[in-house]
C-alpha cells in the first residue's frame, strides 16, 4: 500500500516510477498493472530479468517472457498496445563507460538485442496459436513490433568502445550542450533521452538543492527538451532514505548529501511524510519544479502544433525567447520573473494562433541584432512598443537592435503580448573600421595572419585571413588582447564572431579558453561554407571563481582547413 502511495505521488508530478507498485516477482500481478496504470502513464518497465554467465549479464529471455505473456493475454482480450510503453534501464550495465564495464555493457546489449527478436517471435506464436479475429491479429502484431524495438536504455554518451552494441543511449544533460553533440546525435538512432545524476552540475539543469537556482533550473528541462526533440528524463532515483555510501539511515530532513559526492539532493525527490504525521511521502520543491517542466513542454509542444498546422516552424517564435533562458543545456536565468515572462510569452504566442491567426515565421539574426517577420489576416494590426509594423495584408515585420541601451520588444495584437526582449548592449570590438577594440589574433609560427580587401569573398571593407601551416598539429588561433578581460567577463551576454569559410566544406569549429593555469571548453560548432556567425552565449554561467579572468579564447578547426576569414566580432554586455 504504501508503495502504490509513493507511485501515485510521483505520478501526480508527472513523473513515472521505473516500475509498477506491485510486486516484481508475479508477472500476472505485473501485467494486471500495466493494464490498470497504462493510460495514466508515458512509460513503464519490465521487472529485471537477467542472468549471470562468469562475470558477465545476459538477457533472461524467458524470464522476460512470462510477464510479456500475461500482459499479451490483455492486449488481446482488450484489442488494445500496452507493450508500446516499455523503457527498460538496466542497473547492473549503469554508466559503463565512467565505470570501466564496457565489456559488461557490450555483453548485455548483445544478449538483450539478440533477445528481443526472439521475444517477438514468441508474441507472433502467441497470436498464430489464438485463434484471434483480425482485428486483434493486428494488435499484436503491433506488439511484436513494440517487443523487437524495446528500448534498454543505457546511461553513456555516443562511444566508439560501444556503438556496435548499444542501440539506445541516454547521456546527461549536458551531452546536448553543444551544436556538433547535437548534430551527432540526430545522426545516431535512439538517442532522444538524457539523464542527471551526481552530474552535471552548475550551470546545467539539475535535480540538485543548491545549484544555479535549482527549480528554475530543473523546470527548464522541460524547455530544453522541446527544442532538441529528447522525449524523456531518466533519475536514476526519488527515494534514497538510506545514504549510498555506506548503506546507512539518515534523518531524511537533516542531512542533504546522501552519497558523499557533495551533491546535495541526489538521489531523492520526495520525503517521508510520517515525522509530520502524513500516510505517505511529501514532494519537495524540486519535483514540483519537474512537474512545471512537464507542464511548460506540453505547452510548447501545443504551439509547435498549431504552427505546424498552417505549415510554419515555431522555434521561429521560439528562438529569442529560449535564448533569454539557456544556451545549450547551460541555465541563464538567475530568478524566476524571466522564467515567467516567457511562459506567459508562450501563453500568449497559442492565443495569437488559435484566436487572430498570427504567427511569426522567421527570425534572423542580424549585424545590430535580430530581424523577425510573420503573417496575419489581412487588416490585422499588430504592434511592437505601440507602433503599427503590420501592412493592409496583415504581414509584418521587425528588428531587435541590440546597438541600442533600451532593447525591451513587446509584440501586441489586440490583448494578447509577446515579449521579445532581448538581453544586453551590442558593440563591434574586431574589424573594418574599429580602432583599438582590445582583441586580435595572436600571431604564431602555425599561421600566417593577412589584413586584406573583403572584396574577393563579398563582404565590404577589410578582413582578416588567417591561413594554416600544413605541417602544424592542429589548426588552431587564439584571440586575445590588452582589454580582453573587460570584453569577455561575467556580463558579457553574448560574444559574436562572423567567419568566411571558401570552401564547400563544413568544419568544426572548437573554442576553448585560458583561466587560472588550465584550459577548458567554451563551445563547439560548424563552420559552414561561406559566412558562419559564431555565437558565445553568456559568460555568467562559467565558474569564474575557478577560472578566474579568461586570457584568451582558441580556436580549434578541421586539420584539412586551409584558412578561415574572421569578418568582424561584437560583445553583448549588460
Known amino acids: 500500500a504504501m508503495m502504490e502511495k509513493y507511485y501515485e505521488k510521483l505520478l501526480e508530478y508527472k513523473c513515472m516510477g521505473y516500475l509498477l507498485p506491485v510486486s516484481q516477482a508475479d508477472p500476472t500481478g505485473y501485467a494486471q498493472a500495466v493494464r490498470k496504470y497504462y493510460d495514466r502513464i508515458a512509460n513503464y518497465a519490465i521487472p529485471y530479468c537477467y542472468k549471470t554467465s562468469g562475470s558477465n549479464y545476459l538477457l533472461d529471455v524467458e524470464g522476460t517472457w512470462e510477464y510479456i505473456y500475461q500482459i499479451l493475454k490483455f492486449s488481446a482480450e482488450d484489442n488494445k498496445q500496452y507493450l508500446d510503453k516499455v523503457r527498460n534501464y538496466y542497473g547492473v550495465v549503469d554508466e559503463p563507460i565512467s565505470n570501466g564495464t564496457v565489456d559488461k555493457c557490450n555483453t548485455f546489449c548483445d544478449s538483450y538485442n539478440q533477445g528481443i527478436i526472439e521475444l517477438g517471435k514468441k508474441v507472433r506464436e502467441f497470436a498464430k496459436e489464438g485463434g484471434y479475429p483480425e482485428e486483434t491479429l493486428l494488435v499484436l502484431e503491433a506488439e511484436a513490433k513494440s517487443v523487437e524495438t524495446m528500448p534498454n536504455m543505457i546511461t553513456a554518451h555516443y562511444h566508439d568502445l560501444i556503438k556496435d552494441h548499444v542501440v539506445n543511449y541516454c547521456p546527461t544533460f549536458n551531452s546536448f550542450d553543444t551544436e556538433v553533440e547535437r548534430d551527432e546525435y540526430a545522426s545516431v538512432n535512439g538517442i532522444d533521452w538524457y539523464y542527471g545524476c551526481t552530474s552535471p552540475r552548475n550551470p546545467y539543469a539539475t535535480f540538485h538543492i543548491d545549484d544555479h537556482n535549482h527549480l528554475a533550473s530543473t523546470q527548464l528541462l522541460g524547455w530544453t527538451s522541446n527544442e532538441y526533440d529528447v522525449s524523456g528524463t531518466l533519475y536514476w532515483e526519488t527515494v534514497l532514505y538510506r545514504g549510498y555510501t555506506p548503506h546507512v539511515g539518515y534523518d531524511c530532513y537533516e542531512v542533504a548529501d546522501r552519497t558523499s559526492l557533495a551533491s546535495n539532493g541526489e538521489g531523492y525527490l520526495l520525503y517521508p511524510g510520517a515525522p509530520y504525521g502524513i500516510d505517505g511521502p511529501v514532494a519537495s520543491l524540486r519535483l514540483i519544479s519537474a512537474r512545471d517542466g512537464c507542464d511548460d513542454y506540453d505547452t510548447l509542444r501545443l504551439l509547435e502544433a498549431l504552427y505546424a498546422d498552417k505549415g510554419y516552424d515555431a522555434q521561429n517564435a521560439l528562438k529569442i525567447i529560449y535564448r533569454n533562458l539557456y544556451t545549450g543545456t547551460k541555465c541563464l536565468n538567475d530568478n524566476h520573473e524571466t522564467l515567467y515572462k516567457a511562459k506567459e510569452s508562450v501563453l500568449n504566442l497559442i492565443e495569437l494562433a488559435q484566436k487572430k491567426n498570427v504567427f511569426i515565421t522567421e527570425t534572423k539574426s542580424t549585424l545590430s541584432g535580430w530581424s523577425l517577420s510573420g503573417v496575419a489576416p489581412a487588416g490585422t494590426v499588430v504592434t511592437v512598443n505601440g507602433k503599427t509594423v503590420s501592412l493592409s ?182
Open 393 to 574: 495584408d496583415g504581414s509584418f515585420s521587425f528588428d531587435i537592435d541590440l546597438e541600442k541601451k533600451t532593447n525591451e520588444y513587446i509584440l501586441a495584437c489586440g490583448d494578447y503580448k509577446v515579449n521579445y526582449s532581448a538581453r544586453g548592449v551590442k558593440s563591434k570590438v574586431f574589424g573594418s573600421g574599429v580602432e583599438n577594440a582590445g582583441i586580435r589574433v595572436n600571431p604564431s609560427e602555425d599561421i600566417k595572419i593577412e589584413v586584406t580587401d573583403g572584396k574577393s569573398i563579398g563582404y565590404d571593407g577589410s578582413v582578416t585571413k588567417i591561413s594554416f601551416n600544413e605541417n602544424a598539429e592542429k589548426n588552431s588561433f587564439l584571440i586575445v588582447g590588452d582589454s580582453f578581460e573587460k570584453l569577455y567577463n561575467k556580463n558579457t551576454k553574448d560574444s559574436i564572431f562572423r567567419f568566411y569559410n571558401p570552401t564547400d566544406t563544413r568544419f568544426v569549429c572548437k573554442i576553448t579558453s585560458q583561466g587560472k593555469g588550465y584550459e577548458f571548453d567554451v563551445d563547439e560548432v560548424y563552420l559552414n561554407p561561406g559566412v558562419t556567425e559564431i555565437h558565445l552565449e553568456d559568460f555568467s554561467v562559467l565558474n569564474w571563481k575557478t577560472n578566474g579572468d579568461l586570457l584568451y579564447l582558441c580556436f580549434t578547426i578541421n586539420s584539412e582547413a586551409a584558412c578561415v576569414y574572421l569578418l568582424d566580432a561584437y560583445v553583448v554586455n549588460g
